[in-house]
């Protein structure tokens, strides 16, 4: 058959399916309202594939054969996309999905855990004998900064803020959270070295700010503040930190996959444990926003830290062990 | 031949084609989104301007999810395009060709920050040129691609061909008659000379008008216009 004939022959075909394609493309993702007369899709797919190998082999033009592969590659991004159900997967996701997740890569996360505590115990420990030592972590402005807020008695300088600074803040501590997890994550791809980085930074800015405020016995004010929110926030940095450490190993030692193979598998299964960061920080943020800065006996805000810390703890040691709805 | 497509075997048995997008469009896209974040930017400002503490807090929340989200969001559930990527006609999609899912968003716009280190993209620009299928980082983790979007259009030429037929001199070989194709389809983009120099390389004992006219009626017949 001549090409002439063969685009005569199949042209009112392939008008039917760019036709279809056109409707599926335009519906924006969503309502499967209205399906009638695509029925016959898949048909077309195949038989396309068909008509398209018998241009490639036939040597028609350059123009027919992209103008056929064009088609092709549209109408199967349409035949595959794959819309799961997001709720009931979310429930799967919390009761058992994310804990698991989180203990498969429990090396990495130890060993985030271990650098960020290790670095804040260092820089506690040399700045309680050292007080000026402050100054080599952070710089002036931070301090005083850090000074005015929790010193002045207890929370008191607080007592003042309204609403309106608490949504700020919120909205605050989200940006920048999820940021640096986020970025933990990214920069772990350059073989662990910028989750490390990251790791060792937060960690000594927290040990720096803390052992600064117990020298000057503002330590309860601090403490009491922080227990609550840093149960998930300081969690979930240090996840976020294993899953860059993953992620980077995967690259320095891929064992017996090919190196992007073995980053594949890693980004993989170090995404549930992402999307779990999200989760915690979000809680984190809603926490350290609307109820670190409340006015409490001491009593009440380390009891209710304590409770947050092993709840979080007992979920991610032991939550998901058993399928949920039965089975193992 | 140069060839920026790659191939894939799909569950029917076909080849699917994929055409590989490189860098210029990629990055044009991205100054699309860029200038549209931009002008999002403006009126969450303005906007939010209005309602004092919880207005900066959702304007930070504002700020932290078009940073993060906006290629996520429009490629998870745009078809792979952000808008960006749609004015470009290009599109992300899973390696084997098919459509993006969440996940795989996520991952490839996640590592955007590591693809940005240190500045303007170097190490993804690196990560493509080393890459036989021009993945940066986030491609590679995510298993993705991104490739141009064919919508269809094609230049509608023929070579004008005088009547009577002409047989070839030669055995007509699958690359001779692609060749031939390809010179019948193009013909009106080339220039009269061009025409006329490239036939006359099929028929170097003809003058190059001759052997025009001779390759267009050859072609003609080859392609069933006559």
């Not at chain 1, 195949?46 to 036939?58: I, T, V």
């Not at chain 2, 993705?144 to 259009?153: E, K, W």
């Not at chain 2, 070839?168 to 983009?189: H, I, M, S, V």
Request: proline letters at 5%.
């Amino acid at each position: 058959v001549k090409q002439r004939r063969f685009e005569q022959l199949y042209r009112p075909e392939w008008d039917i399916l760019t036709r279809q394609l056109e409707r599926l493309e335009s519906r924006r993702g969503k309502g499967d309202m209205d399906n009638a007369g695509l029925a016959d899709l898949p048909g077309r797919y195949r038989r396309l594939c068909h008509q398209q190998a018998l241009a490639r082999q036939r040597g028609y033009s350059v123009g027919l054969t992209t103008e056929l592969d064009g088609l092709m590659l549209r109408a199967h991004r349409q035949l595959y996309t794959y819309r799961p159900p997001i709720l009931s997967r979310l429930r799967r996701f919390l009761v058992h999905d994310f804990p698991v997740a989180v203990r498969e890569q429990a090396a990495w996360n130890l060993i985030s855990t271990a650098v960020f505590v290790l670095s804040s115990l260092l820089v506690f420990i040399l700045i309680q004998q050292q007080p000026d030592m402050v100054f080599s972590v952070m710089n002036e402005d931070t301090v005083d900064q850090l000074e005015q807020m929790y010193g002045q008695g207890s929370l008191g300088s607080r007592g003042a803020r309204t609403s309106g600074d608490d949504a700020t803040m919120f909205g605050f501590y989200i940006m920048n959270n999820i940021g640096v997890a986020f970025r933990s994550f990214a920069s772990g791809i350059f073989f662990g070295v910028g989750a490390l980085f990251i790791m060792l930074f937060n960690g000594s800015y927290l040990g720096a700010a803390a052992s600064h405020l117990t020298n000057l016995s503002f330590g309860d004010s601090f403490y009491s503040f922080v227990i609550a929110h840093g149960a998930p926030e300081l969690t979930a940095i240090v996840l976020a930190g294993g899953c860059g450490l993953r992620l980077g190993w995967a690259l320095v030692s891929p064992g017996r996959f090919a190196r992007i193979e073995a980053l594949r598998q890693a980004a993989q299964g170090a995404l549930p444990v992402l999307y779990g960061v999200i989760v915690l920080l979000l809680a984190a943020a809603f926490i350290e926003a609307f109820w670190s800065p409340r006015d409490l006996p001491l009593a009440i805000k380390y009891g209710v830290g304590a409770t947050l810390w092993c709840l979080l703890l007992i979920y991610l040691f032991f939550g998901g062990r058993r399928m949920p709805g039965g089975g193992r | 031949m140069i060839d920026e497509q790659l191939h894939v075997r799909t569950p029917e048995g076909a080849d699917l084609a994929l055409p590989l997008a490189g860098p210029m469009p990629r990055a044009a896209a991205w100054l699309v989104d860029l200038v549209i974040r931009m002008v999002a930017y403006l009126f969450m400002a303005l906007l939010f301007a209005l309602l004092g503490g919880v207005g900066t807090g959702l304007m930070l929340i504002g700020i932290f999810l078009l940073e993060w989200f906006y290629p996520v969001f429009f490629e998870a559930f745009w078809h792979g395009q952000t808008p960006g990527k749609r004015t470009m006609k290009i599109a992300v999609v899973h390696a084997n060709g098919t459509p993006l899912s969440f996940n795989g968003s996520l991952v490839r716009n996640l590592l955007r920050a590591a693809d940005f280190f240190p500045f303007a993209y170097l190490t993804g620009l690196v990560a493509m040129m080393m890459s036989t299928r021009f993945q940066r980082l986030g491609d590679m983790a995510a298993d993705t691609l991104v490739v141009h979007i064919n919508d269809g259009a094609r230049p509608d030429s023929s070579l004008r061909a005088g009547p009577g037929k002409a047989l070839p001199d030669w055995p007509l070989t699958l690359a001779d008659r692609k060749t031939l194709a390809g010179f019948a389809e193009r013909a009106n983009q080339l220039t009269e000379d061009r025409r006329r120099e490239l036939a006359h390389h099929a028929f170097p004992e003809l003058t190059p008008m001759q052997a025009e006219q001779r390759l267009a009626r050859l072609a003609a017949q080859m392609l069933g216009d006559q």
